[in-house]
């Protein structure tokens, strides 16, 4: 399976900003759709963002206005950028190829990320 890389989580204040990475190797030449979930303790994993092959990004209803998606091909990077954090916004967050677009052989449909963890503090 392709690496799934997620980086960026940290301990932060109420308030604070954050940005996540996700580095999936031969991102730009598979055309990866990626998705963002995260998952609370004790809750289920819940989707964030989405962010297909051409950038255009998908946000949940919950989280629109404070998060930004975006891609860096050149860095086989996706982003996401969350603003105003609150509490409820603990969780760890995962990266996943939702399909490549392209049938190469290195390419990987359904793959997740360990995750990074994201703790906000009142």
């Known amino acids: 399976q392709v690496p799934v890389v997620e980086s960026g989580g940290g301990s932060v204040d109420a308030g604070g900003s954050l940005r996540l990475s996700c580095t999936v190797s031969?991102?730009?030449?598979?055309?990866?759709?990626i998705s963002w979930y995260r998952q609370a303790p004790g809750k289920e994993r819940e989707f964030v963002s989405s962010?297909?092959?051409?950038?255009?990004?998908t946000y949940a209803d919950s989280m629109k206005g404070r998060i930004t998606a975006s891609q860096d091909n050149a860095k086989d990077t996706v982003y996401l950028q969350i603003d105003n954090l609150k509490p409820e916004d603990t969780a760890m967050y995962y990266c996943?190829?939702?399909?490549?677009?392209?049938?190469?052989?290195?390419?990987?449909?359904?793959?997740w990320g360990q995750g990074t963890q994201v703790t906000v503090s009142a």
């Open positions: 996943k190829i939702d399909r490549s677009r392209r049938p190469y052989y290195f390419c990987s449909d359904n793959t």
């Open positions: 962010i297909d092959k051409d950038g255009t990004p």
């Open positions: 031969s991102y730009s030449d598979c055309m990866y759709d």
